[in-house]
């Protein structure tokens, strides 16, 4: 049976009107293991400007990329023993596949629907054309918060998903074992100018709460290492 501790979680900010509506995902096991990497920002000036005077070799636009990769194990046989009648309910009819169809939705994209949207359905709907002139709305990948404790709430898109199933129930072969694999890649600040609405600030405070909290631990390591430092300074 799953234990009562603080879990992880997948949160897609779906932009539905009047007000986003959450698509939660909690992680029904947490990952045993969790791949954090890094990619430099991108350089300013391409090789082909080195010989110029005012080349600056360490200028970059932008900010560092950042990922992560892990997987989720998912069992509808603890679903079912872990007490909860709605869950038991779910397990029992459809397996662990509720779990793998909101993971899946995850890379959907979805329509801009502050835009345009609704006018071009209202025109399909009354049999005339839209305009010549109305904007065609734009899809976008949704964004999603990855919430691995406190410390760590960011904005990430989808970037790999993948599945293991490797048990089935015998009457409709829903799944009820499997694992997901996925890979997560952490919008920029830059990138962030472009989501729009009331997710753009739930978005971006999630960023800054995250940097600020980074930061904020940089300095505390700083402190705690200042004594060893001086011994390593050349007199």
Known sequence: MAGKFLRGALIELMPTQPIPLPNIIIFQFNPESITHAWTPAKADSDKADSHKANFD????????????????AMDSNDMIADGSPVAEGIATVSGIYTRI?????????????????????????GGGAPAADSAVPANHLPTVLFVWGPGRIVPVVVTALSFTETMYDPVLLNPIHAEAKITLRVLTPEELNYVKG??????????????GLREALALANLANAAESAIGMLPV
């Open 101 to 125: 169809a909101a993971l899946e939705m995850l890379l959907y994209p979805t329509a801009d629907v502050t835009g345009g949207l609704l006018g071009t359905v209202s025109a399909a709907l």
């Open 198 to 211: 009331p997710l753009s600030d739930i978005a971006n405070n999630a960023y800054k709460y995250s940097q």
């Open 57 to 72: 070799p360490l200028a970059v636009t932008g900010s560092p990329g950042e990922t992560f990769d892990f997987t989720l």
